[in-house]
C-alpha cells in the first residue's frame, strides 16, 4: 500500500487517546505512513478523565509529540444521525479538516453524517491495516518496545501480543517480523467503517467494502 502524498489528517477519539498502546502504534506510525494526526481539547478532556493513574495523560502525549489542539466546532447540531455524545466529536473532526475519525465506537457516528462532512470514521485496527506502511508499523513497534520497562519486550514480542487487539493490523504487517502474533482476544465489532472516503486512497467517492473502495480493490 502506498500512501496518498498529501497527508490526510487524522482525529483521534477520546477512546483511541485512552488506550496508551493504541495511541501509540497511531502515532509513531503516522508521519512515516503520509498521515498526520489531530484531536480537540473536547477529546482530549474526555480521554484524560478516563486514564489510569500511572499512565501519561492525552494532554503530557500531545505535548511531548509537539502536537497542537484542533479548533473547537459549534456545529455539532447539524449531525443529527451521530449518536448525542458523538456530535461534538464529529463536529470538531469537521472543523480541524480531518478525513478520518479513528475510534473504537463507528456505529455512534451516522453515515450520511459522515458523508456530508467528507469523513470516514474507522476501528483502529482496520485503519493500521489498511493506511499504515509495514515498514511505518514496524518502526511503531521498535519505538514502543525500546521504552518498555516492566516488563521488557522485544518488537518480536510486542508483534506477537498485539495480535490479541489488532488481528488485523499484524496480519497485515506480518512480513516484517518473524514472531507468531497470539490469538485476538476479543470478536471484531459489528461495524468496523462508515463513510465514503478510502482508507487507502482517501479519494471519497462510491460505497466501501471495508473501507476500501472499488478502485483501489482492483490494484
Not at 35 to 43: E, F, G, P, Q
Request: contains cysteine; proline residues 8%.
Amino acid at each position: 500500500m502506498t500512501p496518498d502524498r498529501i497527508s490526510p489528517l487524522v482525529f483521534l477519539d477520546a477512546n483511541i487517546l485512552a488506550k496508551p498502546v493504541t495511541r501509540s502504534l497511531l502515532l509513531f506510525s503516522a508521519a512515516p505512513s503520509g498521515n498526520a494526526v489531530t484531536w480537540s481539547a473536547l477529546v482530549e478532556d474526555q480521554a484524560d478523565r478516563h486514564r489510569r493513574p500511572n499512565q501519561a495523560s492525552a494532554t503530557q502525549v500531545r505535548e511531548k509529540a509537539g502536537l497542537e489542539l484542533s479548533p473547537p466546532s459549534d456545529q455539532a447540531p447539524r449531525y443529527s444521525g451521530t449518536k448525542p455524545s458523538d456530535r461534538r466529536v464529529l463536529a470538531d473532526a469537521a472543523k480541524s479538516g480531518a478525513q478520518f475519525i479513528i475510534t473504537e465506537d463507528v456505529d455512534d457516528f451516522g453515515e450520511q453524517d459522515l458523508i456530508h462532512a467528507q469523513i470516514s470514521a474507522t476501528n483502529p485496527d482496520l485503519f493500521l491495516a489498511e493506511r499504515v506502511i509495514t515498514a511505518a508499523f514496524h518502526y511503531a513497534a521498535v519505538r514502543m518496545a525500546a521504552a518498555m520497562t516492566s516488563p521488557l519486550h522485544t518488537p518480536e514480542q510486542l508483534f506477537a501480543r498485539l495480535g490479541r487487539q489488532h488481528p488485523r493490523a499484524v496480519s497485515a504487517h506480518q512480513i516484517a517480523f518473524s514472531a507468531t502474533p497470539l490469538a485476538p482476544v476479543h470478536p471484531a465489532p459489528a461495524v468496523l467503517f462508515r463513510g465514503r472516503r478510502c482508507l487507502r486512497c482517501s479519494r471519497t467517492g462510491s460505497p466501501m467494502t471495508l473501507g476500501v473502495c472499488s478502485d483501489c480493490h482492483g490494484l
